[in-house]
C-alpha cells in the first residue's frame, strides 16, 4: 500500500497508461503513478534467469523462450505489454534482473550510488519510468524534506578542501562529479516507497523542466533476493 497522505502534492495518480504519459508536471507535482495490481508469478521469471554478475538485462527474446507455468506466462504477459506501451510512446524500457548495484563507499567526497538519495539529470527534456515487478521497490521523497549535500556546510567546507582549483569552478567541480545531485534527508523525513507492480514516471532535471527533479533512491536488496526491474 502507497501512503499518499504525506505528499498529495507531489504524486498525482491515474488509472491507465494515456493519462500516465499525457499528464504534464506543474507546480510541486513531479512523480505520476499508474498504480496497478499486477497479475502473475514474477517471481518465478527471476528465479528463472542466471545472474553471472550483480546486474542482466533481460532481452525479449530470451523473456519469451522461457518455460513457465500459468502464471508465469501471465506475468511475462505484462512485461511484454509494458515494454511495447514504452517503447511505442518513445523511450527504450530495459528490464532488469538485479542482485545488488555497484557501491563507491570509496568515494573520497561523499557516496554517489543509487543508494544514496539523488535525481537524474539530462540534456534534453525527458522523463524517468520505472516499475518494480518482484523484490524490494525503490523509495521517492518530498523535495522540502531533502537538502543537496553540496549546501550541507559541513560537506560543502570539505568539499572546498578537497577542490584543488579557483573559486570561480567550485561550482563546475560539482557538476562534473555528479556531487550537485546528491541529497540528504532531514532528520524526520518520510521517505515513499513506490510499492510493487505500479509504473511511475519521475521529473529528472533538465533545461525546459518547471519543476523540481524527483528525488529517489534505489532499495537495499534482501539477500537471496533478486530483483525484477523495468527502467527507462
Not at 147 to 169: A, C, F, M, T
Request: hydrophobic fraction near 35%; aromatic fraction near 8%.
Amino acid at each position: 500500500m502507497i501512503d499518499l497522505s504525506t505528499i498529495e502534492n507531489q504524486i498525482h495518480c491515474v488509472t491507465n497508461f494515456e493519462d500516465f504519459v499525457s499528464t504534464s508536471f506543474h507546480g510541486e507535482m513531479n512523480a505520476i503513478c499508474w498504480r496497478r495490481k499486477l497479475i502473475g508469478d514474477f517471481s518465478e521469471i527471476v528465479k528463472k534467469i542466471e545472474l553471472n554478475g550483480n546486474i542482466v538485462e533481460l532481452d525479449q527474446e530470451e523473456l519469451r523462450a522461457l518455460q513457465l507455468s500459468e502464471q508465469g506466462q501471465l506475468a511475462r504477459e505484462i512485461l511484454l505489454n509494458d515494454l511495447k506501451l514504452l517503447t511505442a510512446h518513445g523511450a527504450s524500457p530495459i528490464l532488469n534482473v538485479i542482485k545488488c548495484y555497484e557501491r563507491d563507499d570509496d568515494n573520497p567526497f561523499f557516496s554517489t550510488d543509487v543508494y544514496s538519495f539523488h535525481v537524474d539529470r539530462s540534456p534534453v527534456p525527458t522523463d524517468t519510468f520505472l516499475c518494480t515487478y518482484f523484490g524490494e521497490s525503490s523509495d521517492i521523497i518530498p523535495n522540502s524534506q531533502a537538502i543537496q549535500k553540496v549546501l550541507v556546510p559541513e560537506i560543502r567546507n570539505k568539499l572546498k578542501k578537497l577542490y584543488h582549483g579557483s573559486d570561480e569552478g567550485f561550482e563546475s567541480f560539482l557538476t562534473e562529479h555528479f556531487l550537485d545531485l546528491h541529497y540528504q534527508a532531514h532528520p524526520k523525513s518520510k521517505p515513499i516507497n513506490l510499492g510493487i507492480g505500479h509504473l511511475w514516471r519521475l521529473a529528472i532535471d533538465h533545461p525546459k523542466s518547471n519543476v523540481p527533479p524527483c528525488i529517489h533512491r534505489a532499495p537495499k536488496e534482501k539477500d537471496g533476493e533478486n530483483r525484477l526491474l523495468m527502467i527507462c
